[in-house]
């Protein structure tokens, strides 16, 4: 196994390079909650849990749509001020993070389903953000300004 370090971020590549463990966790943890729910009430416990998790999921997918119509509205790759956004991106966020963030989908640079991803913003004054994301997860960044003068 290799381990390549990017920014404050550590990557690893190997034969299982592309398992996701924190779906992995998700899982074990939706099935130890209907347990724990069984264990305590019988079926109604799983039927809470079960209301429970449908909540989640229909708030998570709430905050992806209006993250998504509030990108629509603007056009690609565009961005009010790339210093700020250089300034609030942090390793680890997510790629719909950072579209809620720009309020914008980023332009694409790589090919389509290719590992890493990478996108651009820019600004009115041609400043740019490059994104680089592994598995969605914001991995490095970039700051470009235009030469002055």
Known sequence: MRVRALGSSVLLR???????????LLAFGIAALVAVGYQAYGWPGVALAGGGLVLWLLLH????????????QRPVGFVGSAVMLNAKLKAGATLLHVIALT??????LSAKDAQPEVYRWTDASESSVTCEFVNGRLTQWQLARPAQG
């Open 103 to 108: 309020r914008s989908l980023g332009s694409p």
């Open 14 to 24: 190997g034969e299982n390079a592309g398992m996701n463990w924190r779906s992995v």
């Open 61 to 72: 997918l709430n905050q992806t749509m209006h993250a998504l119509q509030r990108a629509a």
